[in-house]
C-alpha cells in the first residue's frame, strides 16, 4: 500500500513540476525539505501524533513552510497532512527524487564491496555502468560490506547485479542440498 501511495503522490509531484516548467528547481527544493525533516525527528513525531488536530497540523505546516518554500511545495505538504499521508512524505519524495533523476539522465548506483574501493576501483565502476545504462551521469554511493568476502552488488533502481562471493556460496549450498535431497 506504502508503494502505491508513494506512486501516486510522487507521480502528482512529478506532473506538476513539468507542468509548471519547474522540475528542477522543485527536485532541488524537495531534496532540501527532505533532508530538514530527517534531520528534525520531534516534527515528524508531532505531525504523526493523533492527538493533534489536522486544522491545527495545517496551521503548522503554513506557519513553518509558508515563504519558505515554494507555492507548489507548500500546497503539496498541505494535502499531504489533509489527506493523513504525512507518514508516507519521505518515500513520496523519494519516488520523485527518482524519477526526476531518471527524465534527466542521472543515475543513481549503490555499489557494496567488502574493502573500499580506491579512486581507479571507483572509476572504472563508475564508466562500466555509464557504458552499459543510458544514464548521461551517475551518482555513486559506495559502502562497505565485509560480509560479501569478495566481489561486489550493484543497484541501480530495480536492478541488482551481485557478483559477490556470499552470493555465489550460497548458490552452490542451495544446490549441493537439491542433489542430496534429490
Known amino acids: 500500500m506504502a508503494k502505491l501511495v508513494s506512486k ?19 527536485l532541488e527544493e524537495i531534496q532540501s525539505v527532505r533532508e530538514i525533516l530527517g534531520s528534525n525527528p520531534e516534527f515528524r513525531k508531532m505531525m504523526l501524533h493523533p492527538g493533534i488536530a489536522k486544522q491545527d497540523k495545517l496551521k503548522i505546516v503554513d506557519e513553518v513552510f509558508s515563504g519558505r518554500t ?6 503539496f505538504l498541505r494535502i499531504v497532512v489533509d489527506k493523513e ?10 519516488y520523485f527524487i527518482d524519477k526526476e ?18 579512486l581507479e576501483g ?22 562497505v560490506e565485509p560480509d560479501l568476502i569478495g566481489g561486489m552488488v550493484i543497484r541501480i533502481g530495480d536492478r541488482v547485479i ?8 550460497n ?12
Do not use: C, W
Request: no cysteine.
Open 85 to 94: 499521508r504525512f507518514a508516507d512524505l519521505d518515500s513520496i519524495f523519494q
Open 8 to 26: 501516486t503522490y510522487g507521480e502528482a509531484l512529478f506532473e506538476l513540476a513539468h507542468e509548471e516548467n519547474k522540475a528542477s528547481e522543485m
Open 101 to 118: 533523476k531518471a527524465a534527466q539522465g542521472i543515475g543513481v548506483a549503490y555499489v557494496n564491496t567488502p574493502k573500499p574501493l580506491d
Open 162 to 169: 551481485d557478483s559477490s562471493i556470499k552470493s555465489r556460496l
Open 122 to 143: 571507483r572509476s572504472k565502476v563508475r564508466d562500466k555502468l555509464l557504458e552499459t545504462t543510458d544514464f548521461n551521469t551517475l551518482e555513486m554511493h559506495y559502502d
Open 70 to 75: 515554494s507555492e507548489e511545495i507548500t500546497g
Open 171 to 182: 548458490d552452490l549450498t542451495k544446490e549441493l542440498l537439491e542433489l542430496q535431497l534429490g
